[in-house]
């Protein structure tokens, strides 16, 4: 059975850090193509990062670049998310995505709250 399972939300303060664990489970993840996107009230669902197999080479959308890191272990099967600079617009449920073997799936989200 496919898991996957977001942690590390929580409340910061502008200008601040946290790094986002997703910890994955049924499906050959070192081959796994895994992604971050994030949902804000009243919002669509949107592109964070994505992270390719090897580790290599994450891409980012234009509004977190240069503040936000994708990282994954192979071994631990878990992707991270490290954001830095928050924003109160970065304020969302993130959400982690898995896409293997043709499959996709997707994780139940972590609340991030930005504020003062």
């Known amino acids: 059975q496919v898991q996957l399972v977001e942690s590390g939300g929580g409340l910061v303060q502008p200008g601040g850090s946290l790094r986002l664990s997703c910890a994955a489970a049924g499906f050959t993840f070192s081959t796994s193509v895994m992604s971050w996107y994030r949902q804000a009230p009243g919002k669509e669902r949107e592109f964070v990062a994505s992270?390719?197999?090897?580790?290599?080479?994450?891409y980012y959308s234009d509004s977190v670049k240069g503040r936000f890191t994708a990282s994954r272990d192979n071994v631990q099967n878990t992707v991270y998310l490290r954001m830095n600079s928050l924003k109160p617009e970065d304020t969302a449920v993130y959400y982690c995505?898995?896409?293997?073997?043709?499959?996709?799936?997707w994780g139940r989200g972590t609340q991030v709250t930005v504020s003062s």
């Open positions: 992270i390719p197999s090897s580790g290599r080479s994450a």
């Open positions: 995505k898995a896409i293997t073997s043709g499959n996709i799936y």
